[in-house]
T-cell receptor, first 112, second 115 residues
């Protein structure tokens, strides 16, 4: 069964500190992985996807197939990064990401 | 572009009543997806529709739930005879084509509370 685990429900760091939001997945094939973010009172929006291999707002995430992880990292957290972060998986061969499997989310708070 | 519009944003129903949630996709998008988020849980896929067609409803509960996306008008998620366990946030997303090539754009969600 496909599963996405975000072990930390809450994560609190100080401004300027490095931040890592953990995501582990369970899937036998080759999934596509995503990070979605929801800022306060805003809609869920895509932050980044592993196939793009890009850095968005200073965040990066590397797919580690050996450890089945897709942790989200930023070297210097900013207060505006405070939000709910969801890791999501799209099973391969499903024709697209419409059947995203989401983790339960991690609430990141960046303190001044 | 107003994005994906969902209404109502909040809906309160008593057990046994019907709930209807509406979703208007982004302009130019013809693919609609519904997800449900139970308290303390992640979003779970329910159904994928194109205009007048249900493409994948593998995530829909077998009873009481139905979805449609008519030729004209918004997509509707209908829950009949609601129970307390239906209380959740229901998110709609849309894409221009099949989501493999496009990113899903999410609506703000509709929060259903069943008393």
């Amino acid at each position: 069964a496909q599963r996405v685990t975000q072990p930390e429900k809450l994560l609190s760091v100080f401004k300027g500190a490095p931040v890592e939001l953990k995501c582990n997945y369970s899937y036998s094939g080759s999934p596509e992985l995503f990070w979605y973010v929801q800022y306060s009172r805003q809609r869920l929006q895509l932050l980044l996807r592993h196939i793009s291999r890009e850095s968005i707002k200073g965040f990066t995430a590397d797919l580690n197939k050996g450890e089945t992880s897709f942790h989200l990292k930023k070297p210097f957290a900013q207060e505006e990064d405070s939000a709910m972060y969801y890791c999501a998986l799209s099973p391969s061969g499903q024709g697209g990401s419409e059947k995203l499997v989401f983790g339960k989310g991690t609430k990141l708070t960046v303190n001044p | 572009n107003a994005g994906v519009m969902q209404n109502p944003r909040h809906l309160v129903r008593r057990r046994g009543q019907e709930a209807r949630l509406r979703c208007s996709p982004m302009k130019g998008h013809s693919h609609v997806y519904w997800y449900r988020q139970l308290p303390e849980e992640g979003l779970k896929f329910m159904v994928y529709l194109q205009k007048e067609n249900i493409i994948d409803e593998s995530g829909m509960p077998k009873e009481r739930f139905s979805a449609e996306f008519p030729k004209e008008g918004p997509s509707i998620l209908r829950i009949q005879q609601v129970v307390r366990g239906d209380s959740a946030a229901y998110f709609c997303a849309s894409s221009r084509s099949r989501a493999g090539a496009n990113v899903l754009t999410f609506g703000a969600g509709s929060r259903l509370t069943v008393l």
